[in-house]
C-alpha cells in the first residue's frame, strides 16, 4: 500500500471494510476482536495510531516494536485466536506520525476470539456466539458446498410428476430438441445435478433442490419448515397492506404467482425497445423474480418478500452474501449462489445468463419509470426498483355501477375487518395491556388512527375500560376487557 493509497483510505472513514485503533501504547483487546470479523466477513484492514474519526495520533515510537510482537504473539496463540492467524503488521509515517497497518484476509475456517465469535457489519464488530441463527448462516458461509445440494431421504415419488412434464414442456418450447424431451423423471432429475451421493452418510437421493423446484408442498415442508415467500400490495393501507399473496409451494407455481400478483396491480404502458413493442413491467417482475427465487438462502428462517408500494416496488430475500453494499453495473461480478436452481430455471427460460438479469432489469427500469434500479447486497439482499405515480393508479373511465359495488364490498370488508379487530382487542385484554402492546399484538403502527377507530369505540361503548381512569394519558395506563355479567 501507497502513502497516497493510505491516506485516502483514511480520509474515506471506517466501513466494513476498515477500522481505526487509537492503540497509542498497547493494544487492546478490541482489536482481536476486529480482527476475528474481519476474518469471519470479508477481510478488512486495521490501522493502528488512528482515532475513529480519522485523527492520526500515531504510534509512540518506543511502543512500535513492543505492539509488533504482541499482535503476532497473541494471533499465532490458539487459546486467544482459534484457528491461529499469521498476520503482519506493517508500519508507515504520516505526516511524521508512525502507525501500523494490519491486512486480514478472509478465511476459510470460522474464527473465535477467547471462544466468542465476532461478525463484521458495517463498522461495527458484533458478538454473534449466543444467535445461533446468524451463527449458523456464518457457517453456511464458509462451507465449500452449497445447501440446495444436500442430499434427502426422499423418493421420487415425494415429487410432482405433473411440474417435471411441465419442466419438459419448458424446454422443448425453447428448444424441440432438448434431451429432457426423451428422458425419464430419474434421468431428467440426474442431469440436472439434482440426485445426488452424500459420501460421508453412504446415501443416495434428491436434493433440496430438487424439492424445492418439483416437490410436493407436504414435502417441502418437510424439509424447509421456514420456506415462505410474502407478496404485498400497499398503496392506500399504509398501516398494513391493500391485498396480500402468501406463498408456500415449490419454486416454479410461486414464481407464477409473484407474477400474477405484479400483473395484476401494475399498469403495462406501451413501451418500446428500438422498434418493438415490449413489455417492459414483465421483463422487470420476470429479472427480480428468477434472481429472488434461484439465489436466495434457503437455510435461514427469513421470509422472502415482494412489496409494491406507491413509488417503488421491492424483492428482500435471505442472502449468502459475497460483498456489502449497492451493486454496480461496471463492475459487478456475478456468482451463483444456487447452481442446481440456476440451472433448471435457464433450461426451462426462467433465467438467462448468469448476470444479464441485472443488466435488463436496468434496461427495462428505464424504459418504465425512467429511474435507477438499486441491487443491496447483504446478509439480507435486496432489489429496490423506482415506480412512477402511473405504475399503480387505476386508469379508465369510471364506472358508476363499478364503484357503487365496490364502495359496498369495501364497506362490508371494512365492517368485517372491525369486528375482528374489536373481537381481537377484547380477547387480548382479558388480561391488562398497555397501547403499545394491543398496537403491536393487532398488527398496527398509527396509534392515533387506532385508538379513533378502535379503543375509542370500545371505550364508549363499556366494552373496555381503562386501569386509571382518572389518568387517561398516564404512562402506565393499560385496558382491560369489562367481563359481561348478565
Known amino acids: 500500500m501507497t502513502e497516497y493509497e493510505l491516506l485516502k483510505l483514511i480520509q474515506e472513514g471506517e466501513n466494513i471494510h476498515v477500522e481505526f485503533k487509537k492503540s497509542t501504547n498497547e493494544i487492546t483487546k478490541d482489536v482481536y476482536d476486529t480482527v476475528c470479523s474481519f476474518s469471519n466477513r470479508e477481510g478488512g484492514t486495521i490501522v493502528l495510531g488512528i482515532k475513529d474519526n480519522g485523527d492520526i495520533l500515531g504510534i509512540a515510537p518506543n511502543a512500535v516494536d513492543h505492539l509488533k510482537k504482541d499482535f503476532v504473539t497473541t494471533i499465532n496463540n490458539g487459546e486467544k485466536i482459534n484457528p491461529p492467524l499469521y498476520l503482519q503488521p506493517e508500519e508507515y509515517s504520516i505526516e511524521g506520525k508512525i502507525i501500523l497497518v494490519i491486512q486480514v484476509p478472509v478465511a476459510s475456517q470460522v474464527c473465535r476470539h477467547r471462544g466468542r465469535i465476532f461478525d463484521r457489519n458495517h463498522e461495527a464488530d458484533i458478538d454473534i456466539t449466543n444467535n445461533s441463527d446468524m451463527v449458523y448462516q456464518l457457517y453456511a458461509r464458509k462451507s465449500g458446498s452449497y445447501f440446495v445440494n444436500k442430499v434427502t431421504r426422499f423418493q421420487l415419488n415425494d415429487l410432482r410428476s405433473d411440474l417435471l412434464d411441465r419442466a419438459r414442456v419448458m424446454t422443448t418450447s425453447r428448444n424441440r430438441n432438448h434431451p429432457w424431451k426423451t428422458m425419464s423423471d430419474e434421468e431428467l432429475l440426474r442431469s440436472a445435478g439434482l440426485i445426488l451421493r452424500d459420501e460421508e452418510r453412504q446415501i443416495e437421493g434428491i436434493t433440496i433442490a430438487a424439492i424445492l423446484l418439483f416437490g410436493k408442498d407436504s414435502t417441502i415442508m418437510s424439509v424447509l419448515p421456514q420456506h415462505k415467500t410474502d407478496a404485498i400490495f400497499r398503496v392506500e393501507n399504509l398501516d398494513r397492506y391493500d391485498d396480500r399473496d402468501v406463498m408456500i409451494t415449490n419454486l416454479l407455481e410461486t414464481y407464477d404467482r409473484l407474477m400474477a400478483f405484479g400483473q395484476k396491480h401494475l399498469s403495462d404502458p406501451f413501451v418500446l425497445d428500438g422498434i418493438q413493442s415490449v413489455s417492459a413491467r414483465d421483463q422487470i417482475l420476470r429479472e427480480i423474480f428468477s434472481n429472488s427465487l434461484a439465489h436466495r438462502d434457503y437455510s ?187
Open 300 to 486: 435461514s428462517g427469513y421470509a422472502a418478500k415482494f412489496v409494491i408500494e406507491k413509488d417503488r416496488m421491492y424483492t428482500e430475500n435471505a442472502n449468502r452474501s459475497h460483498g456489502h453494499g449497492t451493486l454496480q453495473l461496471s463492475s459487478f461480478e456475478p456468482f451463483a449462489k444456487n447452481p442446481p436452481i440456476s440451472k433448471v430455471f435457464r433450461e426451462i427460460g426462467l433465467a438467462d445468463e448468469l448476470g444479464s438479469g441485472m443488466r435488463n432489469t436496468f434496461k427495462y427500469t428505464k424504459l418504465y419509470s425512467g429511474g435507477t434500479p438499486e441491487f443491496i447486497e447483504g446478509d439480507i439482499f435486496r432489489t429496490v426498483i423506482p415506480l412512477a405515480p402511473i405504475a399503480v393508479e387505476k386508469v379508465g373511465p369510471p364506472d358508476k355501477h363499478q364503484d357503487r359495488t365496490q364502495d359496498r364490498t369495501q364497506d362490508r370488508t371494512q365492517d368485517r375487518t372491525q369486528d375482528r379487530t374489536y373481537d381481537a382487542i377484547l380477547a387480548f385484554c382479558i388480561e391488562p395491556h398497555s397501547k403499545v402492546e394491543i398496537l403491536e399484538y393487532c398488527g398496527y403502527k398509527s396509534s392515533k388512527k387506532f385508538t379513533q377507530n378502535y379503543l375509542r369505540p370500545l371505550l364508549n361503548e363499556g366494552k373496555l375500560k381503562m386501569t386509571l381512569p382518572d389518568k387517561p394519558r398516564s404512562r402506565h395506563q393499560k385496558y382491560i376487557t369489562v367481563k359481561n355479567t348478565e
